[in-house]
């Protein structure tokens, strides 16, 4: 008995020692790597890469994601095993809801049974704004009473970029179920959509078909209808206003304005489009775009920003500025919204809501001469408010974010305006207007409307 016993406590302790060893040897055994875009936009599905890389013993684990620090819900594994090589790949649904104007980190942990822990950190910067569009790409078989329909849908998707979107039909106002839900979209994609026939009881002169397509949220929706598309293809296109620059010396590219954390190489005698200086007072670093859509900083001294004037002649109608706005799905949490063309130094007014703006107002304006430009962004007007320095004053002033605003031209501490330009490039970053127009939008136009800056 005595000797059986010894023999079971000698196998046990044996088993003992070779698993402790295993597991420290397997302690050393495991690495990884992980890698992301470093420019993502609200609502594209990005791809998280994780190269795994283990020993001889297989090694069980799981993937946790933190985005700043929270755990990211739904995303991640819950179990599986790491052999000598894995490449594990994980989608990131990028939220609505992030700062644009910080960088964000989302941290990949990975446990394994072994008892390591090991981190992968994947710094990226956030747009706001998707910048996709679509098209009927084919006309219904049959728009006459008791036909079933079919519209097919085509996807403009810039950079390679895939997005998740929620869809919504309407015929004559009327949810079509059938065709609701959630697509995953990219450049060139196309979706075939069949309404049956019982919503189509109406004659093809009161026929209407509306799709929506909500991408972040509702960071934006775009809505096409049917019954408009003749209409919207006569519309002018209006473009972003770009500033180029040329690059006078091989320079780094920086992912912040403090010219740290190396981005790329940027060669001399390359065009970029200038974006924004780090400050207007200072003028040390300047942000901009490449070919290739990295944006990145580099030394202000290393680039020359081009001195043309790209106002082009105001030649929009109603209709011209009504169709962007709604073809581009922009909304306001107020009856109001406001879009600042910086092409054509205009500032128009609409009333309604989204899908439905209609043009008020509109003003000559002057934004951002090309070294201090008015981004191009959307923001919110957050509150009125007046400047008062040593040399000026500006009373009203519509106040956005971080220093930019909509007020009328400075005026000097005697009343004599010190800068009559309008409808040209001018400010340091602001919209100025004349003072009887920004007047009219103090009066008129409530706090929180959303402002269009494009």
């Given at each position: 008995?005595k000797?059986?016993?010894?023999?079971?406590?000698?196998?046990?302790?044996?088993?003992?020692?070779?698993?402790?060893?295993g597991?420290?040897?397997?302690?050393?055994?495991?690495?990884?790597?992980?890698s992301?875009?470093?420019?993502?936009?609200?609502?594209?599905?990005a791809?998280?890469?994780c190269?795994?890389?283990?020993?001889?013993?297989?090694?069980?684990?799981?993937?946790?994601?933190?985005?700043?620090?929270?755990?990211?819900?739904?995303?991640?594994?819950?179990?599986?095993?790491?052999?000598?090589?894995?490449t594990?790949?994980?989608?990131f649904?990028?939220?609505?809801?992030?700062?644009?104007?910080?960088q964000?980190?989302?941290?990949?942990?990975?446990?394994?049974?072994?008892?390591?822990?090991?981190?992968?950190?994947?710094?990226?910067?956030?747009?706001?704004?998707?910048?996709?569009?679509?098209?009927?790409?084919?006309?219904?078989?049959?728009?006459?009473?008791?036909?079933?329909?079919?519209?097919?849908?085509?996807?403009?998707?810039?950079?390679?970029?895939?997005?998740?979107?929620?869809t919504?039909?309407?015929?004559?106002?009327?949810?079509?179920?059938?065709?609701?839900?959630?697509?995953?979209?990219?450049?060139?994609?196309?979706?075939?959509?069949?309404?049956?026939?019982?919503?189509?009881?109406?004659?093809?002169?009161?026929?209407?078909?509306?799709?929506?397509?909500?991408?972040?949220?509702?960071?934006?929706?775009?809505?096409l209808?049917?019954?408009?598309?003749?209409?919207?293809?006569?519309?002018?296109?209006?473009?972003?206003?770009?500033?180029?620059?040329?690059?006078l010396?091989?320079?780094?590219?920086?992912?912040?304005?403090?010219?740290?954390?190396?981005?790329?190489t940027?060669?001399?005698?390359?065009?970029?489009?200038y974006?924004n200086?780090?400050?207007?007072?200072?003028?040390r670093?300047?942000?901009?775009?490449?070919?290739?859509?990295?944006?990145?900083?580099?030394?202000?001294?290393?680039?020359?920003?081009?001195?043309?004037?790209?106002?082009?002649?105001?030649?929009?109608?109603?209709?011209?500025?009504?169709?962007?706005?709604?073809?581009?799905?922009?909304?306001?949490?107020?009856?109001?919204?406001?879009?600042?063309?910086?092409?054509?130094?205009?500032?128009?007014?609409?009333?309604?809501?989204?899908?439905?703006?209609?043009v008020?107002?509109?003003?000559?304006?002057?934004?951002?001469?090309?070294?201090?430009?008015?981004?191009?962004?959307?923001?919110?007007?957050?509150?009125?408010?007046?400047?008062?320095?040593?040399?000026?004053?500006?009373?009203?002033?519509?106040?956005l974010?971080?220093?930019?605003?909509?007020?009328?031209?400075?005026?000097?501490?005697s009343?004599?305006?010190?800068?009559?330009?309008?409808?040209?490039?001018?400010?340091?970053?602001?919209?100025?207007?004349?003072?009887?127009?920004?007047?009219?939008?103090?009066?008129?136009?409530?706090?929180?409307?959303t402002?269009?800056?494009?």
């Open positions: 008995m000797k059986a016993l010894y023999l079971i406590v000698t196998i046990v302790f044996a088993l003992s020692s070779f698993c402790c060893a597991y420290a040897s397997e302690n050393q055994a495991v690495s990884m790597e992980t992301m875009a470093t420019n993502l936009v609200a609502g594209e599905v791809r998280v890469n190269r795994i890389t283990g020993g001889e013993t297989l090694v069980g684990a799981s993937m946790e994601f933190f985005l700043d620090g929270s755990p990211v819900q739904g995303m991640g594994s819950a179990y599986f095993v790491i052999g000598k090589e894995n594990e790949v994980f989608d649904f990028v939220p609505s809801n992030l700062n644009p104007y910080y964000h980190t989302l941290l990949a942990v990975l446990k394994c049974d072994n008892g390591q822990e090991l981190y992968g950190a994947n710094i990226f910067t956030y747009s706001p704004q998707p910048d996709v569009s679509m098209k009927f790409y084919t006309t219904p078989v049959e728009v006459n009473a008791g036909y079933e329909l079919y519209y097919g849908i085509e996807f403009s998707v810039p950079d390679g970029k895939t997005y998740a979107a929620n919504a039909t309407y015929v004559r106002g009327v949810t079509v179920p059938e065709a609701c839900g959630q697509i995953i979209i990219y450049d060139g994609f196309k979706i075939l959509i069949s309404v049956p026939q019982m919503y189509n009881m109406t004659d093809p002169s009161d026929f209407d078909f509306v799709y929506d397509v909500s991408i972040a949220s509702g960071t934006q929706n775009l809505r209808s049917s019954k408009e598309l003749e209409a919207q293809k006569n519309a002018k296109v209006i473009k972003p206003l770009i500033i180029p620059a040329s690059v010396k091989t320079t780094n590219g920086y992912s912040n304005s403090s010219l740290t954390g190396y981005v790329t940027v060669n001399a005698g390359e065009v970029v489009e974006l200086p780090d400050n207007h007072n200072s003028m670093a300047a942000k901009i775009k490449l070919s290739s859509g990295v944006v990145c900083w580099v030394a202000m001294s290393a680039i020359y920003i081009s001195e043309e004037n790209y106002t082009i002649p105001d030649e929009l109608t109603d209709y011209d500025r009504e169709a962007f706005v709604n073809s581009a799905g922009y909304s306001s949490p107020t009856d109001y919204l406001i879009w600042v063309n910086k092409e054509r130094q205009r500032l128009t007014v609409f009333m309604g809501n989204q899908g439905n703006w209609h008020v107002r509109t003003f000559p304006v002057a934004t951002g001469k090309n070294q201090t430009p008015t981004p191009t962004t959307v923001c919110e007007y957050k509150f009125k408010t007046r400047w008062e320095t040593a040399t000026y004053i500006c009373d009203p002033v519509l106040s974010y971080d220093g930019y605003a909509i007020h009328n031209q400075p005026v000097s501490l009343g004599r305006v010190t800068d009559t330009t309008i409808g040209n490039p001018a400010s340091a970053g602001c919209i100025r207007m004349l003072k009887e127009d920004v007047d009219w939008v103090y009066l008129y136009v409530p706090v929180k409307t402002v269009v800056l494009y």
